[in-house]
Every structure is written in C-alpha cells, then in structure tokens.
C-alpha cells in the first residue's frame, strides 16, 4: 500500500472535478483495508468506491481509502436459484455482463450504471422499474472504528427508494467489502414494461425476449439519453424522482394534466424529476462549465473545468425553481462530498 499525498481525484469521480485528497490509497484486499483502518495518523477518513454517485464541494481533509478489492465466486446453485459473492472494487457493468454470460437472471434492467457493486447497496441502484434490494441477500461490510466484519441481511440493509441504511443512520460508519445475490438461472423473470424498453424491443422487432436481449434494450436507451462519464462529466442522475401521496397528486395533475407519472401504490405517484426541470426551462441550459444535459434534464454535467461548488449552485437552483413553479422539493440523488 502506497499513501500518496495532495491526491487529485479528478479520475476517481465520474463528474470529473478536480478536487485533491490530502492522502489517498488504493485497496486491493480485505487485509489491506483492515489494516488502514488500524492507522491512527490518519484520524479522518473517507470511503471511496467508483466515485459515480457522489459530488465532490471541495478538496477533502482526510485519507481518502480508494476500495477496488476484486473477485465474484459462485457460492451454491439450485435448479432454479444461484447465489453470487461479488466483492466491493468489481465494476458494476462489467459483473452484470458476468451474470448475463451465464444465464443468471435479475441484475440485466440495471445494464450500464456506473460505479462499484461495493457502492451499490448504499444508494439501493435501480433502474427501468427494477432495484437492488429485489435480488440482494446480503453485504459484508467492515466498521471503520473497530475493523470488525459485520454481515447484513437485507432488513438489515433498511432499503428505500435511493435509500440505505449506510446512507442514513450508518453512514460514514462501515465500509462494504463484498455483496451476496440470489438470481434465477430459469424461468426469468421479465421486466420490460417501464420507461421506453418495450419500444426499444419493438424497433427491434423483438417480441419473447431474453434477459440478454432486455440488456441490450437498457445499453441501447442509456447510451441514446445519458452522456458518457469518459467523454462528458456526470453522475447520471442528479436528482430523485418525487413521490407525491394521493392527495397532492390529484392538486399537481389537476393543474398539469399532461404530465407523465408512474403510480406506485393507490397513495404514492412518481413524478419524473426530469419533466418538472425541464418545465423550467433548464435543459440543456449552461452556466459557464456546469451545465443540465441536452437530452435528458435529470443530468447535470461539467463540461470541463466547473467546480463541485458551481455544480452545487445549479442545483440548488433549480431545486427552488421547481418548488415555486409546482410546490414540489425534489431532492439530489448524489452523494454530496464536502
């Protein structure tokens, strides 16, 4: 293990602000991490996945502990059901990929998110009507103070809408080393009637599909909608789509009847948080080198040099743009670093 200093992590977070860790190290075992964690020089220390789902405000005070600790293992397999070990620094794409060569059904509508699978439990991922905590079992996470490994079922886990334990009461308290699914090896179930994967199938001309073929879909929508991280700074979606309870409903749509909504019980409506910024007038809207993306108002973007600061800015003013326009609070999705 090499503790470097004054660390730029400009290519450790997707957004690609070029903030600096005071000291920063990269972890490729579980040994190695426990014993960073025993380092007491080191008072301050932050937990760093694949850097996809954060903001970073300024540069960081703290040893910034990069976890890239690699290896997925099979651990048993039933007619119907396998049980998979992925552990923390595994790319959440390329894992998917993984279990798609195999056959192995439940992670394909949440093709292409960027990040590590150690990163995903604490945001519970999803995507195109389908989330994490649908196919988790279980996580092994390590408690920063005392190095003890702690397993986590998923009531253990408190799992919400982008939502975790480790987000809330546990954050900043562990850090996950590996995560255990359960995924159907036959008789998949298929998930292709939210957003636009029917019309993604349709063009196609696709009408039984597979789990691969309902990947493809999502690769297809996200590549067309969603700019890539290497090419245009961002966290894919910056915002959480707002959940509005029966009665609030009927007000918003009483004076917006052309807007979209998904109903997700008989008093909860998921209101896109695209739509109501775009209404504002902010796509693809610029504002020096922090922008919102020209095909998909969800996404903020740094087209170069913008700070996490002048990205915060925008964001917190399209937040009270919003809520004066429909009374809605919409709510950032990203972690926020400071």
Known sequence: MQILENFSLKYHNTFGIDAKAKFFVEINSVEDLKSILQKKEYPNKLILGGGSNLLIIEDIDALVIYINIKG???????????????????????????TLERDFGGLENMSLIPGK??????????????????????CEAMEINTQAIRAFSKTDCDFGYRQSYFKNEGKDKFAIISVTFELTVKNHIISSSYGAIEEELLKKGIQDPSIKDISNAVVAIRNSKLPNPKELGNSGSFFKNPMLTKEDFEIFTNKNPEAPF?????????????????????????????????????????????????????????????????????????????
């Open 72 to 98: 997925i293992q099979v651990l048993s397999k039933t007619d119907d059901t396998v049980l998979i070990k992925v552990m923390a620094g595994e790319n959440w794409h390329e894992m998917v990929l993984w």
């Open 117 to 138: 699978t150690g990163t995903a439990p604490v945001q519970n991922i999803g995507a195109y009507g389908v989330e994490l905590k649908d196919c988790f079992v279980a």
């Open 262 to 338: 998904y109903k997700i019980s008989d008093d909860e409506y998921k209101i896109p948080a695209g739509w109501l910024i775009e209404q504002c007038g902010y796509k693809g809207k610029r504002f020096g080198d922090a922008g919102v993306h020209t095909k998909q108002a969800l996404v903020l973007v740094n087209y170069g040099n913008a700070t996490g600061k002048e990205i915060l800015e925008l964001a917190d003013n399209i937040m009270k743009e919003v809520k004066l326009k429909f009374n809605i609070n919409i709510t950032p999705e990203v972690n926020l670093i400071r």
